[in-house]
T-cell receptor, first 113, second 114 residues
Framework: DAGITQSPRHKVTETGTPVTLRCHQT?????MYWYRQDPGHGLRLIHYSYGVKDTDKGEVSDGYSVSRSKTEDFLLTLESATSSQTSVYFCAISKTGLNNEQFFGPGTRLTVL | AQSVTQLDSQVPVFEEAPVELRCNYS??????LFWYVQYPNQGLQLLLK??????LVESINGFEAEFNKSQTSFHLRKPSVHISDTAEYFC????????????FGKGTKLTVNP
């Protein structure tokens, strides 16, 4: 299995509070991604990174920000959580962004009350 | 931009029966195609992928998928399913030469009943 960990694995928070999810990899892969998974929507890309300090938006980036200060860590921040951000969040990594396989982390289940 | 349509959200089958999970894509450029599997309470794992060459690709656990360019399809098949194949299956597409973003379908939940 690819060395990807996500923390926390479960979190319950209240509307309006800031939340940071962490993705950590030991593979030294260049690309890292944050997705959210919701019933009936599949996986939707939130943000991705193509190198340290290099990030770009995905299709559902509103309300989320990311940072990548080291190759191995990619942080997803919800500045002010809303109930619509209740979801399962997956981190993924790949060597390149094109035809290479993406490896997924175990996911973080976030509930915003 | 690419899009992926998985035509069935749920597919129930009996053990040892054949199954086909359908996937159609839309793209103005050539693409690479993937099938991922997600077992309950786990992340996604790559099942198989089409990059180039033979249009029929196989996985190690008996699944196969065929790339059909004229029909823009990449259907997943298995001739005889097991209880352990119960999972959600996602078709995904990425454009060749330019995009780093994988686009996923909404998933098909396969339930294999005894």
């Amino acid at each position: 299995d690819a060395g990807i960990t996500q923390s926390p694995r479960h979190k319950v928070t209240e509307t309006g509070t800031p939340v940071t999810l962490r993705c950590h990899q030991t593979e030294n892969h260049r690309y890292m991604y944050w997705y959210r998974q919701d019933p009936g929507h599949g996986l939707r890309l939130i943000h991705y990174s193509y190198g340290v300090k290099d990030t770009d938006k995905g299709e559902v980036s509103d309300g989320y920000s990311v940072s990548r200060s080291k190759t191995e860590d990619f942080l997803l921040t919800l500045e002010s959580a809303t109930s619509s951000q209740t979801s399962v969040y997956f981190c993924a990594i790949s060597k390149t962004g094109l035809n290479n396989e993406q490896f997924f982390g175990p996911g973080t289940r976030l509930t915003v009350l | 931009a690419q899009s992926v349509t998985q035509l069935d959200s749920q597919v129930p089958v009996f053990e040892e029966a054949p199954v086909e999970l359908r996937c159609n894509y839309s793209s103005s450029v050539s693409v690479y195609l993937f099938w991922y599997v997600q077992y309950p309470n786990q992340g996604l794992q790559l099942l198989l992928k089409y990059l180039s060459g033979s249009t029929l690709v196989e996985s190690i656990n008996g699944f196969e998928a065929e790339f059909n360019k004229s029909q823009t399809s990449f259907h997943l098949r298995k001739p005889s399913v097991h209880i352990s194949d119960t999972a959600e299956y996602f078709c995904a597409v990425i454009s060749q030469g330019g995009s780093e973003k994988l686009v996923f379908g909404k998933g098909t939940k396969l339930t294999v009943n005894p």
